[in-house]
């Protein structure tokens, strides 16, 4: 139990006495700040415990030299450093944590009152919190954090520490209104119960739990349309074991390539639904902590957002939209595609291909290599052309019409390709269509569509974008008496 010598700890260990069989550890930190004051405090907690039997387990810290306030001093606020809270409530845990760990307790206690929960529920809302900080401070955690008195109001507490003649101690820095904590629980609820009576405390505490219901509810909502929509880039449905929290430790399989989920689907759902479920994606799987602010323009860019939409999600993962779908994936992957992108605007260096056979050819900066398959064969069809077309790896082109040498290259920003129905006329830099159109009207995602190979006659002319489109030139027809046939295929 946590107990730092004032009235809502001192309370919390006199209700845990009530436990009979249950071992309870006292856990204090003396901070230092407060001179003599910081002394009183650590011996009361120490009497009280004793008086109940408990062991006592004390964290000193080196004394803080006495500050006068200075208006304008910077980092300083009174006899406390700016952050100062901050820095001793992670202290507190720390020592609280590596204390339950030497004792194998089974939890930690807290002494969080309905008060705390009050005042935190309107901080909360000042600081635009969405459902799940609306309700505030929970009643215990999957780490063992447990607050037994939440429910419980200051009011009573110090009337029964009064009536049982149990002292206390009072910490003089909770009346300091420069912590914006102390200026809710002295200024603005006492104005809030002069204007409304002292039941408003008790209807923003009734909010919180009317939120956390919500919450709940909006959880398990969430979880069911992550199992049903949300996949890894390969097709596995649902999400796989929650990723690693830092970065380079994600889980293993599919989880690094990121993951899918249609935003048609996402999109016709509630507003909360839509922030809850990328909330928990983030949480549990990619090891980040969206506020309100970046979950709602993650929401946005999701649902309103063209298909070239991205926003950064932190912790090395973005969210980019495709056409329909949306897509969490790690950073290194859009450098990746950066990569690609510098490796079409010449750095590629084309792979000539002068005869049948198998060839290597990597594709720029990024690593990445395809293998082409070159066979020579008899006549053909168009009718197996076609056939072989659909599957969109391989073609099958007049041999007689190829100018030769073959090449291979990633394929550039400005590319233009004659398909079939259209003029003839003008070679690869003037005539024909431009690539970046077709992409677009084939909704390739932007990612995916610069750095893939493309194959090129000797004028430098596209012949075939695989799993694009293939050219006009070279087409099988009854006066065909040879054919090329060409396979490509990712090598690794």
Known sequence: AAVSGGPDSVYLLRSLSSKKGTRIVVGHVNYGTRGIDSVKDQKLVEMIAKSYGYDTDILVLPARRDRRDSRGASGTRGNFPAGFEEKARAIRYRFLRDLSAKVGAEAIALAHTADDQVETILMRVFEGA???GLKGI????????????????????????????????????????????????????PLLV????????????????????????????????????????????????????????????????????????????PSVLRVKILQRICFDRLGVAPNERLLKAMDGNVSGGGPSARVNAGKGWKLANRYEEALFVPEEIGRDRKSAAGSVSGKGAPVPIAAPGEYEIPLGRQGRIVTLAWESRGKGTAAQAKRLAAKGDAELFDAAGLALPLTVRPLRAGDRIRPFGRDAGGDARGGGKRVKEILI???????????RPVLCDANGAI???PGVLRSAHAPVTPETRKTAFLRVRSAK
């Open 138 to 189: 929970p009643r215990e955690t999957a780490d063992g954090i447990i607050r037994p008195i939440l429910d419980v109001w200051k009011e009573n507490i110090l009337d029964d520490l009064k009536e049982r003649k149990i002292p206390y101690r009072i910490d003089r820095s909770n009346a300091e209104i420069r912590f914006e904590r102390n200026w809710v629980r002295t200024v603005l609820l």
């Open 130 to 132: 969405g459902i799940g």
């Open 463 to 465: 012949l075939w974008i």
């Open 194 to 269: 002069k204007r409304y009576g002292k039941a408003v405390k008790y209807r923003i505490f009734t909010l919180g739990e009317r939120f956390r219901e919500l919450d709940d509810y909006l959880e398990g909502e969430a979880g069911r349309w992550i199992r049903r929509n949300v996949k890894t880039p390969s097709g596995r449905r649902g999400l796989p074991e929650a990723v690693k929290r830092e970065r380079g430790e994600r889980s293993g399989g599919d989880a690094t390539s990121g993951f899918v989920f249609p935003r048609k689907t996402f999109s016709a759902l």
């Open 441 to 451: 009207d084939r909704k390739v995602p932007r990612e995916e569509r610069w750095g």
